[in-house]
């Protein structure tokens, strides 16, 4: 007599829950493709504007999210150009480079480029903003190192002092130093993320600039490789004293990354 539902005795049932694993898997990873698509697609293509290249699976349908600061956002928003002038060339072929026909560091070119961010502050959960100046905050946040950096001298590459730390710009929700505030020799103050900034010591000059310099001791002082003295002036401002918003941000992130490689002709060409 034959038994009714016995299937395992002829299905190998490990082997079928494998492939209905490898299925499921798969799936997810389609799945989890297509929302990696919400943002820069399709892709833009130097064959022409009418050229849509997405992939499979495709872009999927638009979708609203609900952002913590109560506003709103689709994805994909069906920008896909960048509507910015570029105060650039094209190189002599497809591919070169793009060749600057102005200060790039300033306009955002190559190395110093910056993404369109929301013009906000980045918040935390109570809606504060999240990166603000110490001297805004109360006396809870202090620097615990021996060398408070407050008052330290910024030196660019050139070996040339720009200004002082005036100030430090706190992330309150890592508790860690973001940005230095300095204010510049030349008048106004900028940001200085916190990246580009290395603590070093030096010589002690005396006040007449004799030979006495040397018996002075050290000091110490903060040095920025990727630009110029000169430099600390063009640095992109920020609209408020108190908070710097995600732009603001990008901004100046990418005028200092810029200066590696436009701060000076000679960074321009190659090493050997």
């Known amino acids: 007599m034959q038994e009714v539902g016995a299937y395992t005795q002829y299905i190998d049932l490990p082997q079928v829950l494998l492939y209905v694993f490898w299925g499921a898997f798969l799936v997810l990873v389609l799945y989890l493709h297509r929302e990696g698509k919400r943002e820069g697609y399709p892709l833009r293509s130097d064959r022409g504007g009418t050229v849509v290249v997405e992939g499979f699976p495709k872009t999927p349908e638009p979708k609203t999210y609900h952002l913590l600061n109560g506003g709103t956002t689709m994805l994909p928003s069906g920008k896909t150009d960048d509507d910015r002038e570029i105060a650039a060339v094209d190189g002599r072929g497809p591919g070169d480079p793009i060749i600057p026909t102005g200060n790039p560091m300033i306009d955002g070119i190559g190395t110093a480029s910056y993404a369109e961010r929301a013009d906000h502050p980045d918040e935390m959960i109570n809606g504060d903003p999240r990166i603000v100046p110490m001297s805004k905050l109360s006396d ?102 108190s908070q710097v918003t995600l732009l603001e941000e990008d901004k100046i992130q990418g005028y200092y990354g810029g200066g590696a490689l436009y701060a000076t002709p000679e960074r321009l060409e190659p090493i050997l």
Do not use: C
């Open 140 to 241: 809870e946040y202090f620097v615990a190192t021996k060398t408070d950096p407050r008052g330290l001298a910024v030196v660019g590459a050139d070996g040339e002092e720009a200004g002082t730390i005036s100030d430090i710009w706190l992330d309150r929700m890592e508790f860690l130093p973001r940005y230095y505030e300095v204010s510049l020799h030349a008048g106004g103050s900028v940001l200085l993320p916190m990246m580009f900034a290395n603590i070093k010591t030096r010589r002690k000059a005396s006040p007449d600039g004799t030979l006495a310099e040397r018996l002075m001791g050290k000091e110490s002082y903060v040095n920025v490789v990727s630009i110029l003295a000169s430099q600390f002036s063009d640095v992109p401002k920020i609209k408020s004293d």
